[in-house]
């Protein structure tokens, strides 16, 4: 990758390759990731997003891999996920979702890192966040869930990714909240949640991530909560409930968005 920076089909290929050989959760995968980050396949990667701006298939093979990568929530998973952030990896997965708003697999892959990226509370985990945010991340997931209203790969991940990147009980955390109600999230979660109620994965992330950007407790959280309540987020709510009675997930979620929003 380092070699050919050009060549479309190296990148795509190499890609592919780390993101199969980084796939995993156990303690043999997590040393593979290691490894790559190691050998520098991280500034790789998001060189690949940033050379290769329209090639769909680089962006889809790069997201995938960067995902792959970044993944853990150990002490090196965390420093993996701020190397990406330092090599521009958020600002090259926002620009891919932007640049290529009707391919499928590039939105369900770009909010998939970003939702890994955003993971984390320590201070570096929010700065994370808001650098999301301030790249225009906010609006980018939510013109991929308006945009793919019947995808629900593109609907699961993309709530997941408003989730991590609202998150957070400073005054950060509640603007990037009022910034994402702003763009319509709240209706474009509610109308997903609507839309999947046989996706157990929608249905709890939904929720999730409604109870996550209505949270507050001064005006505009009660306007956001009010705004929820307008929009059917309660019935939605319920009926994700009675659609998936033996999902603890779904349960404990669509059962917190009841409570915030009664």
């Not at 570096?124 to 209203?149: F, T, Y």
Request: net charge positive.
């Amino acid at each position: 990758m380092q070699a050919h920076p050009q060549v479309v089909e190296v990148q795509v290929g190499g890609c592919r390759v780390l993101r199969n050989v980084c796939s995993g959760d156990d303690a043999a995968a997590l040393a593979r990731k290691q490894r790559a980050a190691d050998a520098g396949a991280i500034e790789a990667i998001v060189a690949a997003l940033q050379a290769h701006p329209q090639e769909a298939g680089v962006h889809e093979q790069g997201c995938r891999a960067l995902c792959n990568v970044c993944f853990g929530t150990e002490a090196a998973g965390g420093a993996r996920k701020q190397r990406a952030a330092a090599a521009g990896a958020i600002e090259a997965i926002v620009a891919a979702l932007q640049a290529h708003p009707q391919v499928v697999e590039v939105q369900v892959g770009g909010c998939r890192v970003l939702r890994n990226v955003c993971c984390g509370t320590e201070a570096a985990g929010g700065a994370r966040k808001q650098r999301v945010a301030d790249a225009g991340a906010i609006e980018a997931i939510v013109a991929a869930l308006q945009a793919h209203p019947q995808e629900a790969g593109v609907q699961e991940q993309g709530c997941r990714a408003l989730r991590n990147v609202c998150s957070g009980d400073d005054a950060a955390g509640l603007a990037r909240r009022q910034r994402a109600a702003a763009a319509g999230a709240i209706e474009a979660i509610v109308a997903t949640v609507r839309a999947h109620p046989q996706e157990a994965g929608v249905q709890e992330h939904g929720c999730q991530a409604l109870r996550t950007v209505c949270c507050g407790t001064d005006a505009a959280g009660s306007a956001r909560k009010q705004r929820a309540a307008a929009a059917g987020a309660i019935e939605a709510a319920a009926a994700a409930m009675q659609a998936h009675p033996q999902v603890a997930g779904v349960q404990g979620q669509g059962q917190r968005l009841r409570d915030l929003l009664a």
